[in-house]
């Protein structure tokens, strides 16, 4: 048995995803074992996305990220890790399969 942390980012939230967003986790047999709405820090932020920092988005990015609440889940299941990534789907919601939550409620 496995857990991962999933992070819907302010926008998911806004646009009233969430539900949609755990009820496909759940549909694959994943199990919520967490669930908090929160705000992220500028600091925590910056800390975060450290790896981008000089890069022509990062400012946007940390914007964006402490522009709303986001909501934080911890998953259980087996393979969960392996089974969330498919889920999800590449990073880019334009390259992300259709299916995948990136590529059916991302957006660009």
């Given at each position: ?43 925590m ?8 920092a ?55």
């Amino acid at each position: 048995m496995q857990r991962t942390l999933v992070l819907a980012k302010p926008d998911a939230v806004q646009r009233g995803l969430i539900g949609e967003i755990v009820g496909r986790f759940e549909r694959k047999g994943l199990k919520v074992v967490g669930l908090r709405l929160l705000s992220v820090p500028r600091d925590m932020a910056e800390e975060h996305y450290a790896v981008h920092a000089g890069k022509h988005f990062y400012e946007g990015l940390v914007e964006f990220i402490v522009s709303g609440p986001v909501a934080a889940f911890a998953l259980e299941g087996p393979d969960a890790v392996a089974v969330v990534r498919r889920m999800v789907g590449k990073t880019m919601p334009n390259e992300a399969e259709p299916g995948t939550i990136r590529g059916d409620l991302g957006v660009s």
